[in-house]
């Protein structure tokens, strides 16, 4: 840790994104002086990594959020709901990867390839949220694209994995299948509505009025509010038995012309971006390529005939990371970058 460096408590550090985080912040050697593990009263004494460090989880109820100065917040909507407030009139500033505050007009919703100087908005309730884990690789993808030739509407497919349910939706694939294969075993669905081994569910989160999943809502009104509100965006969320790993199948439309080969060239010098491209067999990324890595990686770069100026892709990432502590760690790294964060005394 840097002894001069900045005060760190991560939130929710005993699951599956706040373990993330804590190996993020090491692997990018953020300028951290103190790093906290904090949980909940239950989780208190869990033992998890930083580095070749292991810290003790303290307890959420008691911690002193007056004398750190970033708080990564992984714990959850209810939870951020009541805490993510009272941190940020501490002082200390809450990165939150809940949906609770990405709604909020006076909090900044940012992914830093995309619009960095969002960060500069977080001082109305010290508070900065991250978006949604297939909206984040998603507008990362369609930014550099976007200021070539301005997309008007967006059509896309999410193949989502089960980490992005959490250790609860882990454990239910991995049982599942097992059960397949062991005589005598069966694991009704828990977390998810149906079987979820060798099976896709085209539900992710809640169903709304007008038939859309919350999820889907969640990708319209995020890329609105990130890249531009006047993209029109529609999206099929699905559910697959991949363990880590979010892919999309996108079709966009844009205003001015644009081929394959152009946005082929634009993406590999996007930030961010890793383009793996190849007209032949294997030359795509799949979400097992992609676990552990801070790309987000397009392939299959095609032009839609069915409209004019159409290009479809292929976009995959880690959703631990990029979808959820990679960008928040970025933020927080943007914040230093920008001078925005005092470094403690």
Known sequence: MSQNG???AVVGATGNVGREMMNILEERKFPASEVHAIASRRSVGTEVSYGD???????????????????LMSAGSAVSKDWSPRIG??????????????YDMDVPLVVPEVNPEAVNGFKKKNIIANPNCSTAQMVVALK??????????????TYQSVSGAGKEGM???FDQTKSKFVPGQDYAPKKFTKQIAFNCIPHID?????????EEWKMVVETKKILDPKIKVVATCVRVPVFVGHSEAVNLEFENPITADEARDILREAPGIMVWDKREAGGYITPVECVGEYATYVSRIREDPTVDN???????????????????VQIAESLINRNLLKRAA
């Not at 460090?53 to 708080?71: A, G, N, P, R």
């Not at 292929?314 to 960008?327: E, F, H, M, P, Q």
């Open 6 to 8: 900045y005060r760190i």
């Open 53 to 71: 460090k292991t810290l003790k989880c303290k307890d959420l109820e008691t911690f002193d959020f007056s004398k750190v100065d970033i708080c």
């Open 89 to 102: 009139k501490l002082g200390c500033i809450v990165i939150d990867n809940s949906s609770q505050f990405r």
């Open 144 to 157: 550099p694209l976007h200021d070539k030739a301005k997309i008007l509407r967006v059509v896309v497919s």
């Open 171 to 173: 454990d239910e694939l």
């Open 206 to 214: 809640v169903f709304m009025e007008d038939g859309f999943t919350k």
């Open 310 to 328: 159409g290009l479809v892709l292929w976009i995959v990432s880690d959703n631990l990371r990029k979808g959820a502590a990679l960008n928040a």
